[in-house]
């Protein structure tokens, strides 16, 4: 059975598991909120809602109809409805390239992560009135790495399972059928300390949620005293008095760090005695009902707390996924040709309308006007800063954060902004006008990390070398070449190895093949950006330490 599984079979053990838990879970939801029948029942609540919006406003009708289409399509993705391959080979060979870029391109994501994420985070945050010391006594407490006992009692909650996920994949990928690219890819995220990052973010926010929730039902909080900004998940998602009166009959749980919260382990010991007493069930209501409240009660502390944990550590959804990828068929040239452009620029998206989502539910103009501003604010400086991680990882000094008159405020600034709002490869054009950091063009980066780099090799650069050698300049096609090869290669981006990987690998190659090549890189470096490097090109150990000054001096 098991050699029938790893020569026919696509997928390991741990995903069959995880993929049929969450069909499972989708159906039993689906089932209980829209009846036996779940296609027919979304089917007539959409054609009836389409009806009285357009009697309603006639002329708005083309653009209702355009909105009940993305509504069927993100049903369709949500359901399980998405085709099934046409091509299993073209779709493989797609997903390896995929893999690629993940392992070659995000080793130094992290750094994104640890600023531009902690953005929304905060907002998230204030708008839930979760108290600031105590979450972030949490988050610095779950990144020490002798905090393993409280990490698994979150665990245990319901919290951080991307982690035991990702142990379990880890553990279990020689056991059935699993790419080599894929493994790869999820190799390099974990020592890259990205997925740790995200996870104990998720970790030390829904442990604050479950906190606040906890303080309120200690402190007698009744449902209908509960205020806008009184941990607005408790509404937004659908919680009822009766959910409020069952949560209020739970005993606090201790949740590491002096906490103490409502948890689904504290629900589940609720005895029926209590749940009778309290009128949550009928006298006569027998050990069935008890458990079914006692499960509904539990499922729906787990909804809110990872749904707004998701929304808060930002992660693309339903709707975002089935935007993107709701009616692209695998395995068909157009639906693989389509999804590898739109690689890596589903998260930017995704930020984009969380930022949106957080400024509408602020209250009054006032609210709205306060939080744009603290959006705008906030992403600056979280970009400033991984910008800067960024370049001296690199083996450069930091940039000039208020140069002098010969280089111009914005194009550091107005990267920054951009970087902190996830398109910070955009903002390398505010600096030059026609190129990246990485030697790629606006028609690249638009066509996305795997054809972008193959029709600069095949077209772009090609093109560009000829005009060069018409005007007389130094093409430097070769070292070109390499810089966009390298790209591909698993690791090469790795944070933590980058300065050394591309000082004693890379620029010594490029140099053998395009001399001067090194001499170009300075040359630029200090026009576009008045910047010079700590590490110099080309040499095998640094010169001296990045000179910090840099950043804040004319």
Known sequence: MIGYWE???????????????ETMARDIAFVEHYGPNPETTFRTMREQALQDAAIADPVSTPKLEGQ??????LWRYASGQSKPSYNQTLSAVADGLANLNVAAKLGGAVWASVFGDKVMMEAVSHKNNLPALQRWRY????????????????????????????????????????GVTGRIANAVMRIS????????????????????????????VKFTDLQAGDV?????????????????????????????????????????????????????????????VRRDAIVKLLGVVNTESEFAIITPGWQERSAFYGDLQRGTAKGELVRSMLQFKSFPWTAFQRGMDIVANQDGPAGKAAMVSYLIVATTLAGAMIIQIREMLSGKDPRPMNPDKGYDKFKFWGAAFLQGGALGIYG???????????????????????????????????????????????????????????????GNNLWYTKAATEHLVWQRVMESLSPGYLSHIRQRTQKEYG????????????????????????
């Open 7 to 21: 020569t026919f079979g696509e997928k390991t053990a741990v995903e069959i598991l995880h993929d049929h838990v």
């Open 68 to 73: 009940a289409a993305k509504l069927d399509q």
């Open 139 to 178: 988050e610095i407490g779950l990144l020490n790495p002798l905090s393993g006992p409280e990490r698994r009692l979150l665990q245990q909650q319901g919290l951080m399972l991307d982690g035991v996920r990702s142990g379990l994949q880890r553990f279990y990928e020689g056991l059935g059928k699993t």
């Open 193 to 220: 300390g990205m997925q740790a990052i995200n996870d104990i973010r998720k970790g030390a926010f829904g442990a604050s949620l479950m906190g606040q929730l906890g303080n309120m039902l200690r402190a007698g």
């Open 232 to 292: 607005r998940a408790a509404k937004q998602y659908g919680i009822t008095a009766h959910d409020w009166g069952v949560w209020s009959l739970a005993p606090l749980q201790d949740v590491g760090f002096g906490t103490r919260a409502l948890t689904p382990e504290g629900i589940a010991q609720i005895t029926d005695a209590q749940l009778k007493a309290s009128s949550a069930i009928g006298q006569a209501e027998g050990p069935e009902v008890a458990a079914k």
């Open 428 to 490: 390398d054009f505010l600096a030059s006008a026609n190129q990246t950091r990485y030697g790629t063009g606006p028609l690249e980066i638009m066509a996305g990390p795997t054809i972008g780099p193959l029709l600069s090799l095949g077209l772009v650069q090609p093109m560009n070398a000829a005009a060069k050698t018409i005007a007389g300049k130094p093409t430097h096609l070769a070292a070109q070449t390499i810089a966009q090869l390298k790209g591909f290669v698993p």
């Open 531 to 554: 910047q010079d490097w700590w590490w110099q090109p080309g040499e095998s150990s640094p010169e001296r330490p990045p000179d910090l000054k840099k950043a804040i001096s004319p």
